[in-house]
């Protein structure tokens, strides 16, 4: 897929997403975190992400990117590549919108994610190897002419994950760091886009696992890396490089990435369902974690974006028990 990096997502490409996801997109909350606030000794919210339709913000993107198709688009169909839940957001958007959704997942997938997709409707084709979802998923543009909708590498889906930002920075003016989970980029690209079109003075800071740090490696080497493995807990912030358009938004905004441990994100989990009640997967912990662990201490009000809440039922209670 050709991907034009010059292109930046601007603030009405943003408001009009925002319009657009009016009715479909939950306004979601921005929760005190007194505990957090405490030990860090500045105010942080949640921004819980996990209350979407779909348990994760990645309904804001793929709504976005489908709803700006023309009809003739839709009428053949969408379909896409994902670990879980931009499959479920994109089955969730063609159900609305009353198109056919094909999924291409991995084997390894949470049973979780593809139970939903299924239930959303969409059809699951799997491969052997997550790094063979993205070949599939084209094979199908080519040989069923079903539009692609990629995860990230789409300044419609960008512009749609930017709304969670605009939401932020509209709700709590005063804040001055926003760390966000970072899996293939999409959210933080998006995030970032906010941040500057606003004119706010606010830090992003990326998060992401000591086994997956492609945003840490992108950053000190100024273009995305692809890394020759990666392994967390967090099943959603697998990628193997930042997207090449994700990575340009970041541009001037996103000089900082922190990573944390299998550990800190299990901890993180637990810490959530504990002190907040929150029902939260290891990749959307990933900023309580950074938080926590002592990776990440920021210098005034903070948000961290709680990404989403597909966990697994087995998986969360060994981690909250």
């Not at 929760?31 to 913000?57: D, Y």
């Not at 995860?151 to 930017?162: F, K, N, R, T």
């Amino acid at each position: 897929m050709t991907v034009d990096t010059t292109a930046l997502v601007a603030l009405a490409a943003i408001q009009d997403a925002a319009h657009r996801l009016r009715g479909v997109v939950k306004r979601t909350p921005l929760l005190p975190a007194p505990e957090l606030s405490r030990r860090l000794g500045v105010p942080v919210r949640l921004k819980c992400e996990q209350f979407q339709a779909v348990g994760a913000f990645k309904i804001r993107g793929a709504y976005n990117a489908l709803a700006r198709l023309s009809s003739a688009e839709l009428a053949r169909g969408v379909v896409t590549h994902s670990s879980g839940n931009h499959g479920q957001a994109v089955a969730y958007a063609a159900r609305t919108l009353g198109v056919r959704a094909v999924v291409v997942m991995p084997a390894s997938a949470a049973r979780v994610k593809v139970d939903g997709v299924r239930r959303l409707g969409g059809e699951v084709v799997t491969v052997a190897l997550s790094t063979e979802r993205e070949v599939r998923a084209e094979e199908l543009v080519k040989a069923e002419g079903l539009i692609l909708i990629p995860p990230y590498e789409s300044l419609d889906v960008i512009a749609g994950q930017a709304t969670c930002g605009l939401e932020i920075i509209e709700e709590w003016p005063e804040v001055r760091t926003i760390l966000v989970p970072v899996g293939g980029g999409g959210l933080i690209a998006g995030i970032a886009r906010a941040v500057a079109a606003s004119g706010a003075e606010v830090a992003v800071i990326g998060v992401e696992p000591i086994g997956a740090a492609k945003l840490s490696a992108a950053l000190q080497a100024g273009h995305p890396v692809r890394l020759e493995h990666t392994a967390s807990l967090a099943d959603g912030l697998l990628p193997r490089s930042i997207g090449r358009l994700a990575f340009a938004q970041m541009d001037g905004v996103v000089r900082e990435a922190v990573t944390v441990a299998d550990a800190d994100l299990a901890l993180a989990v637990r810490f959530l369902h504990q002190e907040a009640g929150l029902r939260v997967e290891p990749s959307g912990a990933a900023t309580t974690a950074a938080l926590l662990s002592g990776r990440c201490r920021p210098a005034g009000p903070t948000v961290g974006v709680i990404s989403g809440g597909n966990v697994d039922p087995e998986l969360f209670a060994g981690l909250v028990s």
